[in-house]
Nanobody, 119 residues
Framework: VQLQAFGGGSVQAGGSLRLSCAAS????????MGWFRQAPGKEREFVAV???????RYADSVTGRFTISRDNANNMVYLQMNDLKPEDTAIYYC??????????????WGQGTLVTVSS
């Protein structure tokens, strides 16, 4: 079972990036998929989650700027990030949980992709 996140890079404040997460080894179409991030010197934090029916939930800090989506047929999850800010700089991880949509426990993690936002 693998989750692979990609699409990170360096952008200026106000710019956009789209992160992708490819799942392989099993189908995750029935499971909530999430994005988390970890900034330098800080703990990992929740960013967004999407349920298989496409219900979504976001951290307050990204609401209105980030959009999570999924393509169940291709086992892909995306994070569209707009109006990026320097405080969005972090390593972004995709993850999957076999538990509830509201669970904070995730069972599968990708390797992370770095997003750097300069002012």
């Amino acid at each position: 079972v693998q989750l692979q996140a990609f699409g990170g890079g360096s952008v200026q404040a106000g710019g956009s990036l789209r992160l992708s997460c490819a799942a392989s080894g099993r189908s995750f179409s029935n499971y909530p998929m999430g994005w988390f991030r970890q900034a330098p010197g800080k703990e990992r934090e929740f960013v967004a989650v999407i349920r298989w029916r496409a219900d979504t939930r976001y951290a307050d800090s990204v609401t209105g700027r980030f959009t999570i989506s999924r393509d169940n047929a291709n086992n892909m999850v995306y994070l569209q990030m707009n109006d990026l800010k320097p405080e969005d700089t972090a390593i972004y991880y995709c993850a999957a949980t076999t538990r509830s949509y509201y669970s904070s426990t995730y069972d599968y993690w990708g390797q992370g992709t770095l997003v750097t936002v300069s002012s």
